[in-house]
């Protein structure tokens, strides 16, 4: 049943007041003149010819901010689709590792929660094929309002299955907002896509995927290898909490897609934004095989930088003792193949 107002699983105060925005203001003017902007996350030329081929290997794309393209079990997946090259005064840090145009047909649309920066209707338009578009809860009759039909609403914990994938749409801790009379009247959240018994066992005896024969580009031959039908964990935006343990405790996840930046003032940002170390605490938390950072790199939502975010998820990894192989840092437009397949040019 659709809620008036979502709230977090713990008494969590997430809404701002005009006391706290001056302190950031104040602070923020302080620590410009300290704060080195000049990496910008590394672009690769995508390998379109085997985007648009295809259909049966595992593969992950980093598009940039919160977006992918997964190919899983036969489906191409957009997780929340912005291609905006600005957000507000913000104007994008770096392009988006696929251009829109170039984007293969869509079959599912994943969308964490309403936020701009997460959700962009232009860019969902935009995407071609016959998407299919699962959104949190309360978020289904303001797409239907913006002409998009093939919506279904979820609550947390509820799942459906398209050709042999199942989407479950699980909590994290955050707030929503896109205009001044909807705040928290749509719900956030996490996904989790796994394959179906029958789907997975079928998967498992896929030949590689043939393509034309030319130079690949954008996708690295030694990254680690994962299971032939993986669990893929997205976690939209949070901040630290238990739920990332009890997604551990129901799903035996291989892949977790988690977010690193808009972290800083952790004063402000903490009940909204992991910051890279509690990133990686949740990492362990959901008991992940792969760890994908994102929520970085993109556009400045805070006073944190690409390069502290991943120093600080770098030197993080460290104290954990987590093997540095289970970090996939991906530029923009790469492909991660994940069973490890490739063809030769």
């Known amino acids: 049943m659709r809620k008036d107002r979502y709230v977090n699983l713990d008494p969590v105060f997430t809404e701002k007041t005009m006391n706290h925005f001056n302190r950031w203001r104040q602070e923020r003017a302080r620590k410009a003149r300290e704060k080195d902007y000049s990496y910008i996350v590394p672009n690769v030329k995508p390998d379109l010819t085997y985007l648009h081929h295809n259909r049966t290997e595992p593969a992950l794309t980093w598009i940039g901010h919160s977006t992918f393209l997964i190919q899983h079990s036969g489906l191409n997946i957009v997780t929340d689709p912005v291609w905006s090259t600005q957000l507000a005064l913000h104007k994008r840090m ?49 797409l239907q309002f913006k002409g998009f039909m093939k919506v279904k609403e979820l609550e947390w914990w509820e799942s459906v299955t398209i050709r042999g994938l199942k989407f479950t749409f699980v909590p994290s801790q955050h707030w929503t907002r896109r205009n001044p009379w909807d705040m928290n009247k749509s719900h956030w959240g996490g996904w989790v896509i796994e394959p179906t018994a029958a789907h997975a066992a079928a998967a498992v005896g896929q030949s590689a995927v043939e393509v034309p024969e030319e130079p690949q580009v954008g996708s690295y031959d030694d990254r680690p290898v ?77 006073d944190d930088t690409p390069k502290e975010a991943l120093d600080r998820l770098e030197a993080g990894r460290g104290r954990l003792n987590i093997p540095s192989d289970k970090l996939v840092i991906l530029p923009h437009g790469e492909t991660w193949k994940m069973n490890g397949s490739h063809h030769e040019g």
């Open 94 to 142: 770096a392009p988006p590792g696929v251009a829109i145009e170039d984007m293969p047909p869509i079959d599912v649309v994943l969308v964490s929660h309403s936020h701009y920066d997460h959700l962009s209707v232009s860019s969902l338009r935009r995407l071609s094929g016959s998407k299919t578009i699962l959104v949190p809860g309360g978020l289904k009759s303001k």
């Open 226 to 302: 994962v299971p032939s039908s993986p669990v893929i964990y997205f976690a939209g935006d949070s901040g630290y909490f238990r739920g990332f343990a009890e997604i551990g405790r129901r799903f035996k996840i291989d892949v977790a897609l988690m977010p690193i930046g808009a972290y800083d003032p952790e004063w402000f940002m903490g009940p909204q934004h992991v910051s890279p170390e509690e990133s990686l605490q949740a990492f362990l938390d959901t008991k992940a095989g792969w760890f994908v950072p994102m929520h970085y790199g993109s556009f400045k939502l805070a």
